[in-house]
């Protein structure tokens, strides 16, 4: 696997396990590494410690072993490989003030200035029924981000699943987000 490659995801990772986006064994992350083929953290990769063994390498067209071994979002994010070019990197994070926010509203409406400029306003996504969104999710996602002209998809009660071409970039706009709600939350407190 590509040095540069692992040493980017294990950064951004670790920052995002940090901020309390990914939780143990909780969230996802990958990048592209050619046309039908990605790297994901396993099911068993604890995501502020991530290393090359915690990564596997995927081939889209060809299901072996190695798919029973990554992540239980592996189908959410190669779905979004598969209908969205421009994705390299995909992640599905929960951040507790943008999760908590999906609770109670259809859309997101910064009212600091980073969100306004960068963000503008997010849609929640009511998956409605819980039951069988996993079966779902993989397809109902990537039509959105088709649908919708957005890096970010902010699921209610699900959290928050993200794509862009620069790793750092995605990270930003989850941060950014997530700041946004937690600024609303504490405005509505005062």
């Known amino acids: 696997m590509d040095k540069h490659l692992i040493d980017d995801i294990q950064r951004i990772s670790h920052s995002l396990f940090e901020k309390n986006f990914f939780g143990v064994y909780h969230g996802s992350i990958s990048a592209r590494v050619a046309s039908n083929s990605f790297i994901i953290n396993s099911k068993e990769t604890i995501l502020n410690e991530?290393?090359?063994?915690?990564?596997?390498?995927?081939?889209?067209?060809?299901?072996?072993?190695?798919?029973?071994?990554?992540?239980?979002?592996?189908?959410?994010?190669?779905?979004?490989?598969?209908?969205?070019?421009?994705?390299?990197?995909?992640s599905y994070t929960m951040p507790p003030y943008a999760t908590a926010f999906s609770l109670k509203h259809g859309k997101v409406s910064p009212q600091d200035y980073y969100g306004k400029q960068i963000l503008g306003e997010v849609v929640v996504y009511d998956p409605k029924r819980f039951n069988n969104w996993i079966e779902r999710a993989p397809y109902e996602?990537?039509?959105?981000?088709?649908?919708?002209?957005?890096?970010?998809?902010?699921?209610?009660?699900?959290?928050?699943?993200?794509?862009?071409?620069?790793?750092?970039?995605?990270?930003?706009?989850?941060a950014i987000l997530e700041n946004s709600c937690r600024l609303l939350a504490l405005s509505a407190t005062i």
């Open 50 to 90: 991530v290393t090359e063994a915690s990564l596997v390498k995927l081939d889209c067209q060809k299901r072996d072993y190695r798919w029973s071994l990554a992540n239980s979002d592996v189908h959410i994010h190669e779905h979004i490989y598969e209908t969205i070019p421009n994705a390299k990197y995909v």
């Open 141 to 174: 996602i990537s039509q959105l981000f088709q649908k919708q002209d957005t890096y970010l998809l902010l699921i209610k009660g699900f959290g928050l699943i993200a794509y862009d071409r620069d790793i750092t970039e995605m990270a930003k706009k989850i």
